[in-house]
């Protein structure tokens, strides 16, 4: 079973900039395919961005170019670097990874079997 635990968020002024982390219970940032989601009040929860095992990142159209996902296999830790932070990215920000053996790095919530418990980011 794995954990994942996020923190990181806080309150943020416009075109300010945090880092969120999230730890992990075990060693699955190397074969897993891990990513960062983030639910607003009223709204869906929505993919922002990804790590697959192979490596590759991905991002949604949304945030590309001002978010940066990262991740050291070594200390278990995912990262969000996130830049240029507008009021619209105000929203709770989970981490979650998908194990399955074919993992697809897809941006939709149902990929992913383990999820954090989230942390608050609002920018204001």
């Known amino acids: 079973h794995v954990q994942l635990v996020e923190s990181g968020g806080g309150l943020v002024q416009p075109g300010g900039s945090l880092r969120l982390s999230c730890g992990a219970s075990?060693?699955?940032?190397?074969?897993?395919?891990v990513g960062w989601l983030r639910q607003a009040p009223g709204k869906e929860r929505e993919g922002v961005a990804f790590?697959?095992?192979?490596?590759?990142?991905t991002y949604a159209d949304s945030v590309a170019g001002r978010f940066t996902v990262s991740k050291v296999n070594e200390k278990n830790t995912l990262y969000l670097r996130m830049n240029s932070l507008k009021v619209e990215d105000t929203a709770m920000y989970y981490c979650a990874a998908d194990v399955s053996r074919y993992c697809s790095g897809g941006h939709a919530p149902h990929f992913y079997q383990y999820w954090g418990q989230g942390t608050q980011v609002t920018v204001s």
């Open positions: 790590a697959r095992n192979n490596g590759q990142t």
């Open positions: 075990g060693s699955i940032y190397g074969d897993a395919c």
